[in-house]
């Protein structure tokens, strides 16, 4: 037991007292939120951009003021000077295109015969809003045609607002879902990403022990299953000693913006009986503040021990996966062969996730596949902020630990043998050879 824990704190130490390990453990929080910021900016700019389209409207049916609703263009009418003319002009312009609107009297002819030229392909969110300027008009001309009235039209429109609140009439928000859905994929993603990140350093450091011939002298003093172990384990430590780091300062900055923001934390669990109406409507119209409460709501605290232990978990089951790849090859080369049986649990999970959890949370398919233990870590976390019965999770768990322990069985029999076996191209024959023996 001296010995494995000495492994350990030495593949620990050589994990934390790395200069880059430091570097990126205080940094990564900080570019993570740097990037979120900056695709925040650039999204903004790209839809405050206004562009500018030019239009020729022989139809006649177009005012100027029909365009002018919309914000996010700004409209040249270049009726009166015919359509060749205006496409010299708009090719040897910066404008985004021209817009030409044919004469006629069927408007489902002119519909169909609408065209907008181009010197590069237009944006989506442009032809969208020109579609949806054009589809109004013809659709309130159409219904002149067919003799609806259409202020009486306009006044039949109703406008729904739902408000949602629990049973105890605490307010809440629309975007609530959104934010599980954004927890639940990002903590499945971040499993996922960091099985193949520790997974890796556990296979490259078995792999540059053995073809530096300092394994020989390491062995002849532990076990090789305690060697394997202990770089497990001490990989995992430093895992989760990062982990642990990220999320204190994760805290720290959510804390120091919402207070820099002006969003009062310590608004949740507020009922009727505590406020008035006035103020629960004030509250309501706030969405950010909403926001900020259901987030205060989740079971944060919950779904970060959740993390940890499914990341502890899934990282020992794979990662004992990667240090017998790593015993049995001589170089990382070799090691692409055996690559892909790990790799596609992990992508089976996270498609799963995205494509199945988001919808249907509790659904056969996502239950299922939080129970299989290849799949588990990504899946389960997915589902755990919508809610998940504490028995799925103890199974869960427990199969999860289960498989370890017969994973560590099979990748300690394979890594006694390869871990002294060099020069030779390695099969999967002659890898069950060696569980057998």
Do not use: C
Not at 325 to 330: Q, T
Not at 342 to 362: C, E, K, R, S, W
Not at 409 to 429: D, E, F, H, P, S
Request: hydrophobic letters at 50%.
């Amino acid at each position: 037991m001296n010995k494995l824990k000495l492994i350990i704190e030495r593949e620990f130490l050589a994990k934390v007292r790395n200069r880059t390990f430091i570097v990126m453990t205080f940094l990564s929080p900080l570019l993570m939120i740097g990037m979120i910021a900056l695709v925040t900016i650039l999204t903004k700019n790209s839809f405050d951009k206004k562009g500018t389209v030019a239009f020729v409207d022989a139809s006649g049916l177009f005012s100027p003021e029909d365009f002018a609703k919309d914000k996010s263009i700004t409209f040249e009418n270049l009726t009166d000077i015919g359509i060749e003319k205006a496409k010299i002009i708009v090719r040897e312009s910066s404008q985004e295109g021209l817009l030409y609107i044919p004469e006629g009297k069927d408007l489902d002819k002119i519909a169909k015969n609408i065209q907008f030229f181009s010197e590069d392909s237009p944006s989506m969110i442009t032809i969208s809003s020109l579609e949806s300027i054009l589809d109004k008009k013809l659709e309130n001309e159409k219904m002149k045609e067919l003799g609806i009235d259409l202020q009486k039209l306009e006044e039949a429109k109703v406008d729904i607002d739902i408000r949602m609140s629990n049973f105890s009439g605490i307010k809440s928000s629309k975007l609530i879902n959104g934010i599980k859905i954004g927890i639940g994929m990002g903590a499945g993603y971040l499993i996922m990403m960091f099985i193949i990140i520790y997974g890796a350093m556990v296979m490259r450091s078995v792999i540059e022990e053995k073809t530096s011939r300092i394994i020989e002298v390491i062995i002849s003093s532990v076990k090789p299953f305690q060697l394997m172990l202990g770089k497990i384990l001490g990989t995992a430590a430093a895992g989760l000693t990062q982990f642990v780091i990220w999320g204190l300062l994760m805290v720290l900055i959510f804390v120091g913006s919402s207070y820099f923001f002006g969003v009062d934390l310590h608004q949740n669990g507020v009922g009727p009986n505590q406020l008035g109406v006035e103020q629960l409507d004030r509250i309501a119209q706030n969405e950010t503040q909403l926001v900020f409460n259901e987030l205060m709501s989740l079971p944060l605290v919950s779904t970060f021990i959740y993390f940890i232990l499914y990341f502890l978990l899934g990282y020992l089951l794979y990662s004992s996966l990667y240090a017998a790849i790593g015993a049995a090859v001589d170089n990382e080369t070799d090691t692409q062969q055996f690559m892909l049986p790990i790799m596609l649990p992990l992508m089976l999970g996270v498609y799963i996730g995205f494509a199945t959890v988001i919808n249907d949370p509790h659904g056969t398919v996502a239950t299922v596949f939080s129970l299989v233990p290849f799949t588990s870590p990504i899946v389960m976390l997915m589902r755990i902020p919508f809610g998940v019965p504490w028995w799925q999770i103890l199974i869960s768990l427990t199969l999860l630990v289960l498989s370890f322990l017969a994973v560590v069985w099979v990748a300690a029999k394979i890594y006694r043998v390869g871990i002294l076996m060099y020069g030779k191209k390695i099969n999967y024959k002659e890898l069950m050879k060696w569980i057998r023996y």
